[in-house]
Each structure stands twice: as structure tokens, then as C-alpha cells.
């Protein structure tokens, strides 16, 4: 009686690589983290010295205030609106490493430099200001004319579908991340959240940074005009720059869902792997 054959197991393909990132998306992607953070925290230690938000030319502090990050004698809290919220030990009234209250609105770990300091916040933001205008200039400049925004991020006529934009917001909340030569093309949401960054919220940045400033109000007294008055830039000022750390936190969760190894090795190399199909 003859031997029945063990059955082998099919062996898995070659995962294809493509070449997904090319070198200034890679450079800039880098240099702009680092950029955006120390921007943010050195940003959050000028905002300590007036914690304060309004709309319009003015603002002090017997000015009512849209939003405040403040203390009393025993409690931090935040306040937006007629709402407010206690904060104590995390913004407005926190204790240091040695045991020592402090009242600012952020605490030191979360800004730069970690010590109360408005001079040295002043030049840490001044100087990572200018590399984050003459990066995305440049940038800008490579993307409309390296092709970057003709390959990669057009939004063509199909995905302005509602119904493409519906299905692709609920690929996301399920974890439905695409598989084989999709996974190398930018979705409809990834396009527009990098378009709105790129062209949108890192230029309203910038403009509105330029408006906080006296001398750009003397050589661009447009920009108050623009924005509705110094005060007011500040707000947009502030508010896009959450915006910008919601994006950075939905990227981050969506690069470890997605698989960070093969992620950040793409963002590095530039060579990225592609997820096989499921089979059917």
C-alpha cells in the first residue's frame, strides 16, 4: 500500500519593495519634526508669560479673555468661554521635580527652556521660525515642481466623491489599511490632511507669527488688517498650532497601526514594503 504524501505548504512570496519616499520628502519629513517640536514647547514658554487669549487689537489683563490657563491660592484651572475646568498638577498650578508650586499655565517639562525664562524662549522660537520658513519654502518649491504634487498628492477627479471619501474615513476606523499596490498611493484623507498642512496650516503659522511681531506691523501693516489685529493672530496662532499636534498624534497612532517598522524604515530608506493582498 503506498505512503500517502505529506502536503508541503506553499511558499510565501517575496514581499515587493517600492520606492515610496524620495530623499527631500525624507529630509524635510525629519527635519520638521524636530523643527515643529521645538517650536511648540519653546512656544508654550512664551504663552506662560501671558496666558491669555483674545479676539481683536487689544488684550490685557482686565480684558476678558476667550481663554485662560490660571491659578488661585489652591487650584490650576482653564478656562474657555464661561466654561472652565480644574487643572491642578497639570496646567496652572503643578509642583517641579523638588517638590516646589508653580503657577504657570504649561509646566516645565513640557516647555523650552524648562526654566521660566521668556528671553530664551523668544530666541528658541525666533531661530526654529526661520528654519521652518525656509525648509517649507523650499519644500513647497520642490512639491509643485519636482512633481511631488502631481504624483503623489493630487486629489483626482474619482476621490472627490463623497461616497470614495465615506468609504476611505471608514477603512480607517475599522483599521482597513490598504494591501499591495495601494498601500504605496496616498488615500483620499492622507492627501487632503497633507495638503491642509503643507498648504494651509504651516503658512497660516507662519503669517500669523509674523503678525505678533512690531516689526512686521510697521513693514506689513496689512497682516493686522488680514487677521483682524494682533491679538487675534495670536489666537489663530495658538489654535493652529493644536491643530497641528492633533495631526501629529492621529499620524503617529496610524504609523503603529499600520505596522512602524516597515514605516519608519520607508521614511528612511525611502524603500517600502508592500503588504501582501488578503487571500480569498
Known amino acids: 500500500m503506498a505512503e500517502a504524501e505529506t502536503p508541503v505548504a506553499p511558499e510565501k512570496p517575496e514581499p515587493v519593495r517600492v520606492y515610496r519616499h524620495r530623499l527631500p520628502v525624507r529630509i524635510w519629513h525629519w527635519i520638521n519634526a524636530l523643527t515643529l517640536l521645538?517650536?511648540?514647547?519653546?512656544?508654550?514658554?512664551?504663552?506662560?508669560?501671558?496666558?491669555?487669549?483674545?479676539?481683536?487689537?487689544?488684550?490685557?489683563?482686565?480684558?476678558?479673555?476667550?481663554?485662560?490657563?490660571?491659578?488661585?491660592?489652591?487650584?490650576?484651572?482653564?478656562?474657555?468661554?464661561?466654561?472652565?475646568?480644574?487643572?491642578?498638577?497639570?496646567?496652572?498650578?503643578?509642583?517641579?521635580?523638588?517638590?516646589?508650586?508653580?503657577?504657570?499655565?504649561?509646566?516645565?517639562w513640557a516647555t523650552i527652556p524648562t526654566s521660566y525664562s521668556l528671553a530664551d524662549?523668544?530666541?528658541?522660537?525666533?531661530?526654529?521660525?526661520?528654519?521652518l520658513s525656509v525648509g517649507l519654502a523650499l519644500y513647497m518649491l520642490w512639491t509643485l515642481l519636482g512633481g511631488h504634487l502631481r504624483k503623489d498628492l493630487h486629489v483626482r477627479r474619482a476621490e472627490w466623491s463623497p461616497r470614495h471619501i465615506w468609504h476611505d474615513?471608514?477603512?480607517?476606523?475599522?483599521?482597513?489599511?490598504?494591501?499591495?499596490?495601494?498601500?504605496?498611493?496616498?488615500?483620499?484623507?492622507?492627501?487632503?490632511s497633507y495638503i491642509g498642512v503643507i498648504f494651509v496650516a504651516l503658512p497660516l503659522m507662519i503669517a500669523t507669527g509674523l503678525t505678533m511681531s512690531p516689526g512686521m506691523n510697521a513693514a506689513w501693516p496689512w497682516l493686522l488688517d488680514l487677521f483682524g489685529g494682533r491679538q487675534s493672530a495670536r489666537s489663530i496662532h495658538f489654535i493652529t498650532a493644536w491643530a497641528l499636534v492633533a495631526f501629529f498624534l492621529v499620524h503617529i497612532a496610524m504609523v503603529l497601526l499600520a505596522g512602524p517598522a516597515n514605516e519608519i524604515r520607508s521614511m528612511v530608506t525611502g524603500w517600502f514594503r508592500l503588504p501582501q493582498e488578503r487571500e480569498t
Do not use: C
Request: charged share 20%; net charge positive; hydrophobic share 45%.
Open 121 to 131: 524662549g523668544r530666541r528658541w522660537h525666533l531661530l526654529f521660525a526661520w528654519l
Open 38 to 108: 521645538i517650536l511648540l514647547m519653546s512656544g508654550l514658554m512664551i504663552f506662560n508669560a501671558h496666558p491669555r487669549l483674545y479676539w481683536g487689537e487689544y488684550g490685557a489683563n482686565f480684558d476678558r479673555a476667550w481663554l485662560v490657563i490660571g491659578s488661585t491660592a489652591d487650584t490650576g484651572y482653564l478656562r474657555v468661554g464661561n466654561w472652565r475646568i480644574d487643572t491642578t498638577g497639570v496646567l496652572g498650578r503643578w509642583t517641579d521635580a523638588q517638590g516646589a508650586t508653580k503657577t504657570w499655565a504649561f509646566p516645565g
Open 169 to 192: 474615513a471608514k477603512d480607517h476606523a475599522r483599521l482597513r489599511f490598504p494591501k499591495g499596490e495601494a498601500a504605496a498611493r496616498y488615500g483620499i484623507l492622507q492627501k487632503l
